[in-house]
């Protein structure tokens, strides 16, 4: 674990020890606003076929070759939690561990965000974490060896994976959705905003097959954390308003 790494948990433990886990009125209190997304998603062009588990769900997405992302990454990162979570966090896409490991936010990011989960009483094991694509878009795909070979996905790219994270909301029906950076929060909310507008903002997501929308928050994505600390307190922020609505 990097210094940074270690500030950070030792900040969360401190606030955690002081019992520091209910949103504060005196202290920076995260905007509260709902917003309905403007207009209902479109139904996915290409659902998923009828698996009806997770289970089935990972098999096609281990066989997907919709994109070209199909053919050039190692392994496809599914997901992985409790297939029941209350909560899922959705991040944009697997980068250089995840496509070797095949487990999403494994990298220095990834443990961040369990330590973050940590702090307010979460885990790997009770939510559930996937990403927006559910494989490793390079810059370089002649060379999935090479270090720092990460890039966004294309709208393309996120449009042919989509069908399958809407299929993994529908499976586990979370009570609320976080989204972990611009990537995601745009792809679910299909708007062009910018995460330092859109976080701390509870929204709702409407996903085809659902009776009811999901309670959608979007925060900063661990990876933001490490290169700038300055957007702790707003994470920090965050994840009281999200345990404070998981309590209630
Ligand atoms: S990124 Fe998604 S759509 Fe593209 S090949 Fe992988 S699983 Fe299929």
């Known amino acids: 674990m990097n210094a940074e790494l270690l500030t950070l948990v030792r900040e969360l433990k401190a606030r955690v020890a002081e019992g520091d886990l209910i949103a504060s009125t005196a202290a920076a209190p995260a905007p509260r606003a709902q917003a309905s997304v403007g207009a209902p998603a479109a139904a996915s062009a290409e659902a998923p076929a009828a698996g009806g588990t997770l289970d089935a769900l990972k098999e096609q997405v281990s066989a997907c070759r919709k994109c070209p992302l199909g053919t050039q990454r190692l392994n496809a990162v599914f997901g992985v939690g409790s297939p ?3 909560v899922m966090f959705v ?23 369990d330590d973050i989960l940590k702090a307010i009483g979460l885990s790997r094991q009770t939510v559930y974490i996937a990403n927006v694509v559910k494989c ?17 996905p294309t709208p393309e ?8 994270l809407e299929e ?15 990537v995601a929060t745009r792809a679910l909310l299909r708007e062009e905003i ?3 507008r859109a976080r701390g903002i509870w929204r709702e997501l409407v996903v085809p097959g659902l009776e009811r929308p999901v309670r959608l928050l979007p925060t900063f994505h661990p990876a933001a954390l490490l290169r700038d ?4 307190r707003d994470v920090w922020t965050d994840m ?9």
Not at 157 to 164: K, L, Q, T
Not at 168 to 181: A, C, E, S
Not at 229 to 232: C, I, Q, R, T, W
């Open 168 to 182: 993994q909301i529908r499976l586990i029906k979370p009570r609320f959705v976080v989204t972990l950076g611009n």
């Open 91 to 113: 991040g944009e896409g697997p980068g250089y561990q995840e496509d070797r490991q095949g487990e999403p936010f494994v990298g220095k990011a990834g443990q961040l965000l």
């Open 84 to 86: 029941s979570a209350d």
């Open 229 to 232: 600390p300055s957007l702790k």
């Open 157 to 164: 790219e996120i449009d042919e994976c989509r069908p399958y």
């Open 240 to 248: 009281k308003n999200l345990r404070q609505e998981l309590a209630s």
């Open 136 to 152: 490793h878009p390079m810059t370089d795909p002649t060379n999935p060896e090479a270090r720092g070979n990460d890039r966004p």
């Open 194 to 196: 910018g995460i330092t």
